[in-house]
């Protein structure tokens, strides 16, 4: 089955750490997104990438970093400069000009 | 540019009843525009879809929206809704490359 995933689904990180959230997908999309979801403010784009070695920055990149080596594949890692890390995570993908195919999401809080 | 509004942050209804999600876009380019649906602590899923032709959407789950260009909408509806229904909802617009989402509507469906 066609589809995208996220791993893990919940993830807790202490204070001064760098996590690493997985994002792969088999729909042989180019383009590929991470967002962040608080309660009550949507969905907020941190990074995208739109083919492999490119990625720009979205509205809220500051303390995340992502990587595009493989097509399949879009790794977000939230850095200790990341203030308030603690929030809902979405990866997403899709073909030029259509719909984003979303992944379950990836929950992380801050001990 | 583009943007997003959807006008209701929560909408109660009872179960049965119709419902309709208002939301307006703007935007410089010809639109795509989708809505979503998200159960908690899941990812988004594509409700249905308007990228050109009949202004009437129909979607999944028996949803529907209406593209309304001099009025920049695309309300969704449902004639009757069901228990199952409660989620919260994303309206998005892609004039551009990068699609750019409403803050969200809860539906809240009470038996």
């Known amino acids: 089955d066609g589809g995208i995933t996220q791993s893990p689904k919940y993830l807790f990180r202490k204070e001064g750490q760098n996590v690493t959230l997985s994002c792969e997908q088999n729909?042989?999309?180019?383009?590929m997104y991470w967002y962040r979801q608080d309660p009550g403010q949507g969905l907020r784009l941190i990074y995208y990438?739109?083919?492999?070695?490119?990625?720009q920055k979205g509205d809220i990149a500051e303390g995340y970093s992502v990587s595009r080596e493989k097509k399949e594949s879009f790794p977000l890692t939230v850095t200790s400069a990341q203030k308030n890390p603690t929030a809902f995570y979405l990866c997403?993908?899709?073909?030029?000009?259509?719909?984003?195919?979303f992944g379950p999401g990836t929950r992380l809080t801050v001990l | 540019a583009q943007s997003v509004t959807q006008l209701d942050s929560q909408v109660p209804v009872f179960e049965e009843a119709p419902v309709e999600l208002r939301c307006n876009y703007s935007?410089?380019?010809?639109?795509?525009l989708f809505w979503y649906v998200q159960y908690p602590n899941q990812g988004l899923q594509l409700l249905l879809k308007?990228?050109?032709?009949?202004?009437l959407v129909k979607g999944i789950n028996g949803f529907e929206a209406e593209f309304n260009k001099s009025q920049t909408s695309f309300h969704l509806r449902k004639p009757s809704v069901h228990i199952s229904d409660t989620a919260e909802y994303f309206c998005a617009v892609a004039g551009s490359y990068i699609p750019t989402f409403g803050r969200g509507t809860s539906l809240i469906v009470h038996p």
């Open positions: 935007s410089s380019v010809s639109v795509y």
């Open positions: 997403a993908s899709s073909a030029q000009g259509n719909e984003q195919f």
């Open positions: 990438s739109q083919i492999v070695n490119d990625f």
């Open positions: 308007y990228l050109s032709g009949s202004t």
């Open positions: 729909l042989n999309h180019d383009a």
